[in-house]
């Protein structure tokens, strides 16, 4: 599927990781385990973002995406059975929601401009902004995976496993943060990870 993605002003690796740093300290929990994104979203954003909120939606309500963040007042409207999946702490539907969080957070302002398909990395290879899109999966990859986490763990399943990320933000994680695995994953061992991550929605 293809995404609606835009330009905005580049971020450095090293910012996006501190300000991922900076909102699992605002989630109050001990190094290492996971956050639990809805109450998270519904019981700590509101304190430093007033008028945020949370609003799960039908899909009648919600028709072209399974998540969406509008500003002014900031807010995420979700899917019912995307909420419900992400409340359980279900790896992909959590994963939505810190994307949807990390627009909230980073992108507040109108988008510069519209991408899609090959005009994307035209835009991108010429210019120093960056698609908001890349910017949300990295924010949201620095809260769920943090570098003492991974460096801790130092195996893509138990990062996934501890972490409750799916495959790909584990993946990430180890490519990011140059972590020499334990134990490196052998491909049938991999492709039953990403077998065992259908959607619950
Ligand atoms: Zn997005």
Redesign the pocket.
Known sequence: MQ?A?YLDHSRSSDELEKLGLAWRGHANIGRGMSINVVPFLENEVPKLLPHFALIPRSEAELPRNV?L?SYDPTRIEVRENVYLAAAQEHPKASFQLW??F??AVLHDCQPKSLLDGVQERILLTNSTDMS??EQ??ALSMYITVPRHSAESIRNLSEIMYVCKVPYAVAERAVRTYGIRQKRKLHPHEIQHLLTREEEPY
């Open positions: 995404r993605d998540a963040t994307h949807e990390s627009h908001v899109e949300a999966d």
